[in-house]
């Protein structure tokens, strides 16, 4: 965390980020929440991240030396593995904004099918088009999801 003479406009939000138990021998995606209260409840989930949709957004700002990235790595590297990261915003809007829809891999719900019992399942995921993930449904049948191409909902400047 930075602390300047501008911290005193500025909020400090709590990043909870914690490794989702391994699926078959794939570990799991990474779970976002962002402590909106100060402490006072416990944090809200923003959705859930691939590793490559949090390098990304770790990567983006300064706000994080090396050593605090490589304690993220080392904290999920841990099946149920968490951490908390804290940044400094000028408000909560600023802050849920860039973990919520970065550019590349904005957290947009991801919807799917149970090939053997039909279940529907949704999950908001941030992740790249292409990315995949295990999820195993209810019935115990375990599937490989795929993160969809951006429908036309979220690209409404796009070409159809
Ligand atoms: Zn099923």
Redesign the pocket.
């Given at each position: 965390m930075i602390s300047s003479a501008v911290a005193s406009v500025r909020k400090t939000f709590a990043i909870v980020l914690a490794r989702l138990p391994r699926i078959a021998d794939m570990p799991g995606l990474i779970s976002l929440k962002v402590d909106t209260t100060e402490g006072v409840k416990a944090p809200a989930r923003v959705g859930t991240l691939t590793d490559a949709a949090l390098r990304s957004r770790l990567g983006h700002f300064d706000a994080h030396s090396a050593n605090e990235i490589a304690a993220v790595r080392k904290a999920l590297a841990i099946d149920s593995g968490e951490i908390i990261l804290y940044e400094s915003w000028p408000g909560l809007a600023g802050c849920l904004q860039f973990w919520h829809s970065f550019i590349g891999s904005q957290i947009r719900p991801v919807e799917w099918t149970?090939?053997?019992?039909?279940?529907p399942a949704r999950e908001s995921i941030g992740g790249s088009t292409g990315e995949t993930f295990l999820r195993r449904?209810?019935?115990?049948?375990v599937m490989r999801i795929t993160i969809p191409r951006y429908g036309w909902a979220e690209t409404p400047a796009a070409q159809r």
């Open positions: 149970c090939e053997k019992c039909g279940a449904c209810a019935c115990g049948q």
